[in-house]
Each structure stands twice: as C-alpha cells, then as structure tokens.
C-alpha cells in the first residue's frame, strides 16, 4: 500500500497524491506535524481564557450570526452544531476516492499549527484515510468562498459517528463501522468544527484530481493523434524542431518533439505525398495540444501553491498572538483553474473529433467509414456522431462556473467563487474526453489496415496491443462494445509522463 507522508515540513506535490485515486493510501504524520497542531491548540485554549472579546466562530456564531456571542460552556456545543447544520449536500454520491484525497489534504492544512484543532482529531482523520473509510459526500452544496462547506461538513459528521461512509465497497452508517473497528467518534472542542469546515478540499481535490487525469490524457492525445496521422498519410513537416524553435511555448515544443518521437523509424510519414498541406486537425496539433499542456502547467502552479496553504477560518498566529478572522477559504483561485484546465481539455476532445472525422470521410485511399464493404455496412460512421454528441456537450459544460456569484448568509457572503460546480464540471468533460480519444482510437487502429507501409516501431507495439484487445472489424458489429474497450485500453496503458509534473514550473 503506497505511504503518503503529511507534515508542515513536507512539501507536497500533486505527483505524490496520484495513488490516492486508485486505492487505498496509508498515511504518516511527521513529529513536526503533532508540535505545531499541538501548540496551536495551546495557545487558542489561552486565547479564550484570555480574551474578553468576541473571536470570530469560537465564541460567536456564523455567517450573519457572527456579532451573537456564545458562553463558555456551550464552545464545543456550537461546533457540532455548526457540523450537523451545514451537511447539506445534494445530488449524487462524490466518488470515494475524490473523498479521500480531501482528508489528506484537509489533514495537510491542519498540521501548519494554524487552525486551533487537537491532534487528536487529526489522529481520527488519519485513522480514516489509513481503515480507508471513506464518509459518503454529495456533489452539491458548496460556492467555493467559505471553504468547502457542506462537502467537509459531510465527511466531519463521520468523524463524530454520524452520517454514512463507504466501507469495504458497502455504504454503512458511520457509528457501526467505527464500533466495528473499535474507534471512538470524537467530540468537537472549541473552534474544531469551524476548522474543519472552512477549507478549499474539495475544489482542491477536484482540481487535483483533474491535473492527473488532464496529464494522462495529454499524452494519450499526442499518441493517438500520431496513429491518425499515420494512418490519414499525414506530412512530418509541422513537427520540425526549426518551426516551433521561432515560436517557443514550451507546450508546443514538447508536442512537436514528443510526435517526432512516436514517429520515429516510421516508413508512412517519410513517403513521397500527393497532398501539399494537412488539414489544421492535424498540421496544428502541437499549437493546440501544446497550448492545453500549458495550461496544465498555469494549473500545477496555483495547485501546488493550495495544497500546501492553510484555507480555514479564523487563523491563528501564536508567535504573533494573533488571531485574524479573514478570506483564506475563498476559493477564487481553483475557480478559475478549473474553469480554464475544463476549456483547454476540451479543446483536445473538440481536435480529436476532427481528425476522426476526416478517418472516416473517404479521403487519401482509405474506404468510406472505414468499411471493407460500404454500403451493406456501416462502418464506424455513427461512432463520429458519438464523438460529436461528447464533443458539444464540452461545449455546455464549458460555460465558466467563475463567472457566477450569489449572495448567501444574508448578505455576510455577498461574493462566492463557486469553486466547486466548476470541479464537478472539469470531471464531466474530462470523461468526455476519455470518450472522444477512445472514438479516435478505434477509428485509427482500423485505418492503419488499409495501408501496405510500416509505421513507426512505437506506434506499432501500441496498435498491434490494441489489437489484442479489439480486433479489425470486417463487417458491422456492436460498437459500443469496442469502445468501452477502447476507453478501458487507454485507463490501463501504462506511459512514461514525468515531463508534466514539474509542479513549480
């Protein structure tokens, strides 16, 4: 089981949070961690002893109720009233793995000392990630500015037993579990629950997740893209090294050099040609894959910076003895990363459709839909309506989250990110890609059958593997079929893609 180490002193980078979507993590908690969580605590235990005046969330309400004062001796009270009165979410299930990342980096920004929490109950989110017990959260019910706020309040309510978690692949309430593994739900202290809910994990872990996935596809599309090009007898020379050097954006350096690469050896792309120019779907591939590669690397940037920030509210400065009541959980800044990484990743679907669509158009000696028999077959020509259909709904998708404010808490939270619809967004078009790059695939690996030259060595091992897995189609068959195959080809490929996590690049 892969080990994440959490610390103040550990710097994280969204690389290290690649084994949390695909299973279990254990997760260790460095000395560093429990000193700084540990002197936190003290010092705000001393500050409401001290203070005689209101501290924002630790002895007052929330939101608009911030101005009503709250005794002492109802301070722990208040938090897991705060807990059980924002688990609002709605709308489907958030995927369990996308839950898990949020507790490892809701744990990350706690262990600064900054946020006032005991290391106990850092102790009890560690417990969960490590039994991989998962709390189950709803899409639904954050704008991005107050942190995360139903989404955490959700994975919260499972900390003090309540709510429901996915366990061993079962949904189950959340008391039994933990009495079945003999681990007590915590009760909240002072500031706890406000520290738990105030934070950017779930657009954090949506952006993350996204990053990863966005990496993987990156590479998929200039793969794919090398196998269309071979098989529509596409020319090498907007890959030259001269054309791109004029122009440096290190994306579309990378793009070009990368097509050379995979082309490498290949007699099709070196044959005398007919055709002067290819169409833009394939003479630009590296000014548009390039350009979503850079906007993977704006994205790294402005994650690598969140995933190792403190997001919560108030924030406690004890060599200061402060404490500030300020906007750390806005959630601005993945907002519009997400925005932008859903646009730039839709725009590799929107290419892709393209270039199977000229596949299948009847041009450059290869058969119409690529059929052995058109006419009594279909070929693949609806798989291209497919493509299309993923293809225009990107485009809805699209439209920036952003952009969008409401005004919320009457009137206290009167600005909003909505961080956490454009998150929800960017895992929908990146499905939609994998679907689009998929549809390519199938098309291009059946048209590399009607050529009688090699293509590069590369390109081969790959095609002659997909291949294994679907074979050429003579005659009309259940496409459906070949392209779920074909998605699950490109989940499983396993690639070589350390050039794209240079996260402070």
């Known amino acids: 089981m892969p080990q994440i180490t959490i610390g103040p002193d550990i710097t994280l980078h969204v690389s290290d949070l690649q084994p949390i979507l695909y299973g279990s993590v254990t997760l260790k908690l460095t000395d560093e961690a429990k000193e700084r969580v540990e002197a ?43 807990v059980v009165s924002h688990a ?61 706020l139903a989404p955490l309040a959700h994975i919260s309510l499972a900390l003090m037993g309540k ?19 003999g681990v007590a739900p915590i009760a909240l202290a002072a500031k706890e629950g406000l520290a738990l809910l105030n934070g950017t994990q779930f657009m954090s872990a949506c952006l993350a997740t996204g990053a990863i996935i966005s990496a993987r596809l990156l590479y998929q599309s200039d793969m794919v893209a090398a196998l269309s090009l071979e098989a529509f007898d596409g020319r090498p020379e907007p890959f030259i090294d001269s054309v791109h050097r004029v122009r440096p954006h290190i994306g579309q350096r990378l793009t070009a050099a990368r097509m050379r690469d995979m082309l490498e050896g290949s007699e099709r792309i070196n044959q005398p040609k007919k055709h002067v120019q290819d169409p833009y779907s394939f003479r630009c591939i590296p000014q548009v894959h390039g350009a979503s590669k850079d906007t993977l690397r704006f994205v790294l940037q402005t994650l690598h910076t969140e995933i190792n920030a403190v997001t919560d509210n108030p924030t406690l400065f004890p060599e200061e003895d402060m404490v500030v009541s300020a906007g750390n959980f806005h959630g601005q800044p993945l907002a519009l990363a997400l925005d932008y990484l859903a646009i730039a990743m839709a725009e590799i679907a929107s290419i892709s459709e393209r270039r199977t669509y000229l596949l299948v158009s009847g041009q450059r000696g290869l058969p119409p839909f690529l059929t052995p028999n058109p006419g009594l077959n279909s070929g693949l020509m609806i798989a291209q309506y497919t493509a299309a259909s993923l293809v225009s709904k990107n485009k809805q998708l699209c439209t920036p989250a952003s952009v969008d404010s409401i005004v919320s808490s009457n009137g206290q939270e009167d600005h909003v990110s909505m961080g956490a619809n454009a998150g929800g967004k960017l895992l929908d078009v990146l499905h939609n890609v994998e679907g689009v790059l998929a549809i390519e695939l199938l098309n291009a690996a059946q048209a590399l059958h009607f050529s009688n030259l090699n293509t590069s060595p590369f390109l081969d091992a790959i095609w002659r593997s997909f291949r294994e897995e679907v074979p050429m189609m003579e005659n009309d068959r259940i496409l459906h079929n070949d392209m779920v195959a074909a998605r699950t080809f490109l989940a499983h490929l396993d690639i070589d893609n350390d050039l794209l996590w240079t996260d402070e690049a």
């Open 163 to 181: 709510g429901e978690v996915v366990y061993q692949g079962k949904t189950l309430a959340a008391d039994d579990v933990l009495a079945e593994l």
């Open 88 to 148: 609002c979410g709605m709308g489907d299930q958030v995927d369990p793995a996308l839950v898990r990342m949020m507790m490892v980096l809701k744990i990350q920004s706690l262990c600064y000392g900054h946020s006032g929490v005991r290391w106990e109950t850092i102790e009890q989110l560690q417990t969960f990630v490590n039994h991989d017990i998962l709390p189950v959260v709803y899409e639904a019910g954050s704008l991005g500015a107050s942190g995360d």
């Open 40 to 82: 936190g605590r003290a010092y705000l235990e001393r500050a409401i002893d001290e203070s005689t005046q209101p501290i924002y969330g630790i002895n007052t309400g929330f939101g608009s109720l911030c101005n009503v004062e709250i005794g002492k001796e109802q301070l722990a009270q208040l938090q897991e009233n705060l």
